[in-house]
C-alpha cells in the first residue's frame, strides 16, 4: 500500500492510489474516480474497494480517538451499509444492486489525511416500492426488518397480527412478496438487519431515532396491505372507501401521520383552481394507484433523509480545511431492456454524457502528448456524440424538453408527446430517421408511441407509454402533501422536510415564479448531471470499468458476446476508436529499433549498425524506417520471386518458400518520430510486425534446418562407427576360421 509505480496488470488499488498520489502532488489538484458498469458487474464492490484503500490512506498518521469514539475513517466505511440497506435491492442481475447513482467526495487536508466526505444521489427507482418482477425484490431494508428483527420488535411493529399462515413474513406483505421475496445467496438479510443497525448506531443515531425510522418502514408494509371497497359517492358515482379502518389506524400509528387525513389522502384527489380546493372522489382502482403513489412518496422522502443523516455524521467541519478532494462516482451502466421507460432514458442520457466528457479527456490526453512530442495532430479527428446530447437535451426540440412542455398541458398524455416528437423530429412523409440520424422510429413504432435513440453504444427503443409523464412529473398529491407536513411525528415531518428543501435546491427560484411549478424529474436531473459534469472537468478523473463474464453469477465461465456487449455499452470500445483515430501504437526509439532493425539483413553494418551504442536514436530511427520503405517498393515491384532460382543462398530459398506478407509499402506520414517514441497508425504497424514474423520465421526454419543437419550427422557417424566395429569383428572371425 502506498508503495511505487505497479508492474502488475491494472487494479482497483492501483486506479486508487494513483489518484491519491496525483492529489498529493505538487500541484494538489483534486481527483474523481468514475466507476461504471451494469448490474451486477460489481461497480458497488469496486466502490468499496476504492472507499476503503483512500479512507485507510487518509486515516494514516491522525490522532488517535477517544475510547468509544469512531474516527472519520470508520464513520465513512459505516454509511455504506445504511445507504446500501435503503437504496440496494435484489434483480434478476445482480443480489445487492444499487438503484440509485452516487457521487461520494472524500475530502482531505493539506497534509494528506481524510477529514471527512459527502455524498450526493441520483435518481432513486422509486417504482420498485410498489412494482418488482418476479425473481427480484423490494429494498433490503423491509426484508432485513422482516427476517431480522426480534419477536417483541415484530409484536411492536404489528407484524405478527393476523398470523402467518404457514408463510413467511416476506410472502405475507404486499410490497415484498411480488417477486417471491428470494433469499441472498451470498449472506442472510437476519445478518444483514444487525450489520445495518450497528452501522445506524455508528453513525449517531440513537436507539430511539432507530426505532423510530423502522416504525416508518413497518408503516409502509401495513399501508400496502391497504385494501378498498367501492361505495356510492354522494353524487352517486363509484367511490373508493377503506376496508378496515382498524388495520389503517395501526398503519397511521406506525407512521405517525393522522389517520382521517390519510383516508382523505387516499380515497380523494384535491385540485387547487383559482385558490379553491376541488376534491374529487378515486375510484377503488385510482384509491389503489393513490396508495402506491403515497407509499413511492414516503419512501423517496425517508431516503433522502437517510443520505442527509449520513452527511450530517461524515462531512467534515470546516471547508477551509479541505485543500483538495477524491470522488468516487458510483453509476448506473448503459441499459437496453425489452421495455424500456423514462428511467432507461435518464440512465443512458448520463452515461451519453460521461461518454462524450470521457472522449474529450481522451482527445485531451493524446494532444498533450502530441504536443510533448512534437508530432502534427491537427487532422485526427475524434469521435463525437454531442448530437444525441442534443437530441435528448436541447431547448425547445429535446426530448426531455418536449416531455416537459407535454406535462405542463391539461390534457397532455405520453401518446400526445410521442407525436409531438415525431413531428419535430420526423417531420417529412414516410420519414423513419431524423436528419440527425439519431431518433428513428418506423411507421409501426410511432403507431405504438414508440421512439428510438441511436446511442453510441447501439439503438435503444422506448415505449413513451410507459408512464413518461407520470415518472416526470413525479408530483406529490396535495392530499398527501397536507399529510405529510401536519403529522404528528415529528420524524415524519423532518423528513418530508429533507425532501422539500431538495426539491427546492434542484428547482431554484422556479417554485416561486408564476403558476408556482416545480421542475420536473428531467429538468432536475439534467441540471444535477450538468453540475456532475462540470465537476469531473474540474479535476483529473480516473476509469474503472466492471465487466460481467456471464449472466448466471457463476465461476470460471465467459460469456463472449455478453462481454463484447459490456465493453460497447462501457465505452471501451467507443475509446479505442478514440485512439486508432490518432497514431495507437507507441514504442520508444530503442524499442522501435531494436524491434525492426532484424527487417533490414542485406543492409550493411556501416549504413545502419546493429548496435544503438553512441549513435543518435531518432536517426536511426528514421534510417531504419527509409530503409523499410525502399525495401517495400522493391519487393513489390519484383513481384513473386523463384525460391528455385540458381545461385541463391539457402536463407534466401527459404524466404521464398514461406507465405509472402504484405508489402511494407505505406504513407511516410502515418509514422512519425517524436522526441522520445515512435507514433505508428495501425496498417504500417500491421505491415512492420507481418515482416518481423516473416523474418522470424524464415531464421527459425533455417535454424531448424541447421540443427536437423547435424543430428542426422550426429546419427551418421554413430550408425558409420557402429558398421565399421561390427564389419571388423567379422572380419576377425573369418580370417581366424581360414
Not at 469 to 475: G, I, R, T, V, Y
Not at 564 to 579: D, F, K, P
Request: net charge neutral.
Amino acid at each position: 500500500m502506498g508503495g511505487g509505480k505497479s508492474e502488475l496488470d491494472p487494479h482497483v488499488f492501483a486506479v486508487a492510489d494513483r489518484s491519491y498520489r496525483q492529489m498529493m502532488s505538487e500541484e494538489r489538484k483534486s481527483q474523481s474516480i468514475l466507476i461504471s458498469g451494469e448490474s451486477g458487474a460489481g461497480k458497488t464492490e469496486s466502490t468499496k474497494f476504492v472507499m476503503s484503500y483512500l479512507t485507510t490512506l487518509g486515516g494514516m498518521g491522525v490522532e488517535q480517538q477517544a475510547e468509544g469514539e469512531l474516527s472519520v475513517m470508520e464513520r465513512v466505511l459505516q454509511s455504506n451499509p445504511v445507504l446500501e440497506a435503503f437504496g440496494n435491492a435484489r434483480t434478476l442481475r445482480n443480489d445487492n444492486s444499487s438503484r440509485f447513482g452516487k457521487f461520494i467526495e472524500l475530502g482531505f487536508s493539506r497534509a494528506g489525511h481524510l477529514l471527512g466526505a459527502k455524498v450526493e444521489t441520483y435518481l432513486l427507482e422509486k417504482v420498485r416500492i410498489a412494482f418488482h418482477a418476479s425473481g427480484e425484490r423490494n429494498y433490503h431494508i423491509f426484508y432485513q426488518l422482516l427476517r431480522g428483527s426480534t419477536p417483541e420488535q415484530k409484536e411492536k411493529y404489528g407484524l405478527l397480527e393476523g398470523g402467518s399462515q404457514g408463510l413467511e413474513l416476506p410472502m405475507i406483505f404486499n410490497l415484498t412478496k411480488q417477486g417471491g421475496a428470494p433469499q441472498l445467496r451470498e449472506y442472510t438479510d437476519e445478518d444483514s438487519f444487525a450489520y445495518t443497525l450497528k452501522a445506524m448506531k455508528a453513525l449517531g443515531w440513537n436507539q430511539e431515532l432507530i426505532d423510530n425510522v423502522m416504525s416508518i418502514i413497518a408503516g409502509l408494509l401495513h399501508l400496502g396491505q391497504t385494501t378498498f371497497v367501492k361505495k356510492e359517492s354522494d353524487s352517486g358515482q363509484d367511490a373508493a372507501g377503506i376496508e378496515d379502518m382498524d388495520a389503517l389506524q395501526k398503519t397511521c400509528s406506525l407512521l405517525g401521520v393522522d389517520a382521517e387525513k390519510m383516508t382523505l389522502a387516499l380515497t380523494q384527489r384535491v385540485v387547487v383552481a383559482r385558490g379553491e380546493e376541488i376534491k374529487t372522489e378515486l375510484t377503488p382502482d385510482r384509491a389503489h394507484d393513490a396508495r402506491d403513489a403515497l407509499c413511492k412518496t414516503v419512501y423517496g422522502a425517508l431516503f433522502l433523509w437517510v443520505v442527509d443523516q449520513v452527511n450530517n455524521s461524515i462531512k467534515w467541519e470546516n471547508d477551509g480545511d479541505v485543500r483538495s478532494s477524491v470522488g468516487v462516482l458510483d453509476i448506473f451502466g448503459f441499459e437496453c431492456f425489452a421495455i424500456n421507460s423514462f428511467e432507461q432514458l435518464c440512465i443512458n442520457y448520463t452515461n451519453e454524457a460521461l461518454q462524450q466528457q470521457f472522449n474529450k479527456f481522451i482527445f485531451k490526453l493524446e494532444q498533450a502528448e502530441y504536443e510533448a512530442e512534437k508530432i502534427e495532430w491537427a487532422f485526427i479527428s475524434f469521435p463525437d456524440n454531442q448530437d444525441c446530447l442534443d437530441t435528448i437535451q436541447q431547448k425547445k426540440t429535446g426530448v426531455l424538453a418536449m416531455l416537459d412542455d407535454e406535462c405542463r398541458l391539461p390534457k397532455g398524455s405520453d401518446k400526445n408527446f410521442a407525436k409531438r416528437l415525431f413531428d419535430e423530429w420526423l417531420p417529412e412523409k414516410n420519414q423513419v430517421v431524423s436528419a440527425n440520424t439519431r431518433l428513428h422510429a418506423s411507421k409501426v413504432q410511432q403507431a405504438k408511441a414508440i421512439f428510438c435513440i441511436r446511442h453510441f453504444a447501439g439503438l435503444v427503443e422506448y415505449r413513451a407509454e410507459t408512464s413518461f409523464m407520470e415518472k416526470n412529473k413525479d408530483e406529490v398529491p396535495l392530499a398527501a402533501k397536507n399529510l405529510l407536513e401536519t403529522a404528528p411525528s415529528q420524524l415524519v415531518k423532518d423528513v418530508f422536510d429533507v425532501q422539500k428543501r431538495e426539491i427546492e435546491d434542484k428547482s431554484g427560484d422556479a417554485s416561486k415564479k408564476k403558476g408556482g411549478k416545480a421542475k420536473t424529474v428531467g429538468q432536475q436531473f439534467k441540471e444535477q448531471l450538468s453540475n456532475l459534469i462540470s465537476n469531473v472537468e474540474k479535476t483529473d478523473p480516473h476509469y474503472i470499468r466492471c465487466l460481467k463474464p456471464n449472466d448466471a453469477a457463476k465461476p470460471k465461465m465467459l460469456t463472449r458476446k455478453r462481454l463484447t456487449e459490456q465493453l460497447r455499452y462501457g465505452g471501451v470500445l467507443e475509446a479505442v476508436r478514440v485512439a486508432r483515430a490518432g497514431y495507437p501504437v507507441r514504442l520508444s526509439h530503442t524499442s522501435f529499433f531494436q524491434r525492426y532493425r532484424m527487417l533490414l539483413p542485406a543492409v550493411s553494418e556501416d549504413k545502419i549498425p546493429w548496435s544503438m551504442e553512441g549513435q543518435d536514436p531518432q536517426q536511426l530511427c528514421v534510417k531504419v524506417l527509409v530503409e523499410c520503405l525502399e525495401e517495400g517498393k522493391k519487393s513489390k515491384a519484383k513481384g513473386t520471386l523463384d525460391p528455385k532460382e540458381p545461385g541463391i543462398s539457402k536463407f534466401e530459398k527459404i524466404r521464398r518458400m514461406q507465405a509472402q506478407p504484405i508489402p511494407m509499402v505505406f504513407p511516410q506520414s502515418d509514422v512519425q518520430l517524436g522526441l522520445t517514441k515512435v507514433f505508428m497508425r495501425k496498417p504500417p504497424h500491421d505491415a512492420l510486425e507481418a515482416h518481423r514474423v516473416y523474418h522470424q520465421k524464415a531464421s527459425a526454419t533455417l535454424i531448424q534446418c541447421w540443427v536437423r543437419g547435424l543430428e542426422q550427422r550426429r546419427k551418421y557417424l554413430i550408425y558409420d562407427d557402429a558398421v565399421c566395429t561390427v564389419q571388423r569383428f567379422y572380419r576377425g572371425c573369418k580370417g581366424r576360421e581360414k
